[in-house]
């Protein structure tokens, strides 16, 4: 079997199919479905999201340099596209889609409740790359549902259900393949 070569496209795949928040949870606020979104670096903790500027969402993220990244589940589905498919230029999102929110713990963007995890970015730097603007940010807190968290503090998210964006499809997260690391880790012996 051989290879079929393209030219240069945007094929990545699995993507999050992410809820991203800015504004002000008590005021002007917005919220899109981005997949060009992730983390750029691990001390400091950073994070982007790439977000072309006819969107609502560029000009809340642009006037308060906040958003949040809010992971998504397999059961907010038609929520995360519709998310992606009306502007909050003509839609209320929050109260269409029914979001619960509560204020970020570190920026004032809405943390969408549902989510299992949300993180709380401050915008560093803002680089027009053509079709989107690049926002890159310090990542200035995370929250989790505590359901996810065990008493070591360890979060562990396999029961959280979360979403994955593949090539314009959505899918639900599968089977657990093994633990960052396990291909190198010492088998223990069982006495033999
Ligand atoms: C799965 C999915 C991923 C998307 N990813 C992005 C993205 O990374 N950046 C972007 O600017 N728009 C993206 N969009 C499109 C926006 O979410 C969409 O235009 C949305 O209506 C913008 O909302 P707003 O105008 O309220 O900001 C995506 C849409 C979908 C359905």
């Given at each position: 079997m051989g290879r079929i070569f393209l030219k240069g496209g945007t094929i990545m795949a699995p993507l999050p199919a992410a809820l991203v928040t800015?504004?002000?949870?008590?005021?002007?606020?917005?919220?899109?479905?981005?997949?060009?979104?992730?983390?750029?670096?691990?001390?400091?903790?950073?994070?982007?999201?790439?977000?072309?500027?006819e969107r609502f969402s560029?000009?809340?993220?642009?006037?308060?340099?906040?958003?949040?990244?809010?992971?998504?589940?397999?059961?907010?589905?038609?929520?995360?596209?519709?998310?992606?498919?009306?502007?909050?230029?003509?839609?209320?999102?929050?109260?269409?889609?029914?979001f619960l929110t509560e204020k970020g713990r570190t920026v004032d963007c809405p943390?969408?409740?549902?989510c299992p995890v949300s993180i709380e970015c401050r915008v560093r730097e803002?680089?027009?790359?053509g079709s989107h603007t690049m926002f890159?940010?310090?990542?200035?807190?995370?929250?989790?549902?505590?359901?996810?968290?065990?008493?070591?503090?360890?979060?562990n998210l396999q029961q959280a259900g979360l979403m994955a964006y593949s090539h314009g499809e959505y899918f639900a997260l599968g089977r657990k393949l093994g633990d960052?690391?396990?291909s190198v880790k010492k088998k223990k012996h069982g006495g033999s």
């Open positions: 800015s504004g002000n949870v008590d005021g002007k606020k917005s919220v899109l479905t981005a997949a060009w979104t992730g983390i750029v670096n691990t001390r400091p903790p950073m994070a982007y999201v790439s977000v072309r500027p560029h000009g809340v993220i642009c006037e308060c340099g906040e958003f949040i990244i809010n992971l998504t589940t397999s059961k907010m589905a038609k929520t995360v596209d519709l998310c992606g498919m009306k502007s909050g230029a003509k839609l209320d999102k929050f109260t269409k889609c029914g943390v969408i409740t549902d803002k680089t027009d790359l890159i940010a310090d990542i200035t807190g995370v929250t989790v549902d505590e359901r996810f968290v065990d008493s070591k503090g360890k979060i960052f690391g396990f």
